[in-house]
């Protein structure tokens, strides 16, 4: 270090100790340099692909997040004013919107069903895979996998079992129960009834419309 010269931070312009001394140029970040005939852009392109993937992705999530808290206004002002109505159109509100926001609902570090499936390894291809999914559910093709049998240890020695979903069957679960809980927190306002549907309702409802023949 030049003992004529202050401490000096990167990035920064030198400060000199004696005002008659004139200062360096500021330094300026390059490139990565140029090694073993590999272009020295490389780098910095990738990373700039991977911020505009972050920054499509926050925008997606983002649209995805309006157009579902407009559906489920929707579906919520229509239970809100025909309370003794029974709902009989509501398949269309499993958008790949609403599917999507399901998945990122999701834990991060939830065990893999019997398909093995982990939500990382989802989310690397998640356009792809919940357009599938979408396709799938709305022409009848989609099937609930059976669930993996986990057993958890108790206290007392025993163990407690444990049904763990697919992945895809937690996403479809999920977007399920949010579209309904809007109707069943309007029917049961006011009333010493618990509100939202159960996890075998669901089930059973989500059995009964993959057995069901596509909309024609």
């Known amino acids: 270090m030049d003992r004529h010269r202050g401490p000096q931070r990167e990035g920064e312009e030198p400060k000199p100790l004696h005002g008659r001394e004139k200062s360096d140029p500021a330094i300026v970040a390059m490139k990565p340099a140029n090694r073993a005939g590999q272009p020295a852009t490389e780098p910095v392109e990738r990373r700039a692909g991977a911020e505009g993937n972050a920054r499509q992705q926050s925008t997606r999530r983002a649209q995805d997040r ?27 509100h499993l958008s790949e919107a609403m599917l999507r926001t399901a998945f990122f609902a999701l834990k991060r570090d939830a065990a893999p069903g019997i398909d093995g499936l982990t939500w990382r390894a989802y989310e690397a291809d998640l356009d792809r895979r919940i357009e599938d999914l979408h396709d ?35 996403i479809v ?44």
């Open 66 to 92: 309006v157009s579902v808290s407009q559906a489920l206004e929707r579906v919520r002002e229509a239970a809100r004013q025909r309370k003794k109505e029974r709902f009989t159109a509501l398949f269309h």
């Open 136 to 170: 799938r559910v709305h022409r009848g093709a989609y099937r609930a996998q059976p669930s993996r049998r986990r057993y958890i240890p108790k206290p007392d020695g025993r163990q407690r079992p444990l049904a763990v979903a697919a992945l895809e069957d937690k």
């Open 173 to 216: 679960q999920r977007a399920t129960v949010t579209v309904l809980n809007e109707i069943y927190e309007e029917i049961s306002s006011g009333s010493r009834m618990g509100s939202g549907p159960s996890a075998a309702s669901t089930t059973r409802w989500m059995h009964w419309r993959s057995a069901s023949p596509a909309p024609r």
